[in-house]
Nanobody, 131 residues
Framework: QVQLVESGGGLEQAGGSLRLSCTASGMPFNSYGMGWFRQAPGKEREFVAAISWNGGRTYYADSVKGRFTISRDNAKNTVYLQMNSLKPEDTAVYYC????????????????????????WGQGTQVTVSS
């Protein structure tokens, strides 16, 4: 059974930093692209960042570009989201997602955003940024 478990969320002041982690089990982690999405209250879930199965490609939403960094450690079956210069508008539940197909090429941000169609999600971790 595939499981994705997020951690690292919490309450932070604007301008601060948090690092989210997502550890996978029950799947060949190094074969799948991974992504982060978020959902704020009353809003639709939105793409945040994605990384290809080998870490060679990364993509970011414009709203987080230059502030957030996605990375992965295939030896630890873990994907990270380093969030710096946090803003109140970053407040949301952050979800980890595993791509729906192994070795799917992430040749564009559209391909990365398509991870939202996957069936493999974590339970989410709350990030709250105070002003």
């Amino acid at each position: 059974q595939v499981q994705l478990v997020e951690s690292g969320g919490g309450l932070e002041q604007a301008g601060g930093s948090l690092r989210l982690s997502c550890t996978a089990s029950g799947m060949p982690f190094n074969s799948y692209g991974m992504g982060w999405f978020r959902q704020a209250p009353g809003k639709e879930r939105e793409f945040v960042a994605a990384i290809s199965w080998n870490g060679g490609r990364t993509y970011y939403a414009d709203s987080v570009k230059g502030r957030f960094t996605i990375s992965r450690d295939n030896a630890k079956n873990t994907v990270y989201l380093q969030m710096n210069s946090l803003k109140p508008e970053d407040t949301a539940v952050y979800y980890c997602v595993a791509d729906r197909l192994a070795y799917r090429p992430l040749v564009s941000i559209t391909a990365a955003q398509a991870m939202g169609a996957s069936n493999t999600w974590g339970q989410g971790t709350q990030v709250t940024v105070s002003s």
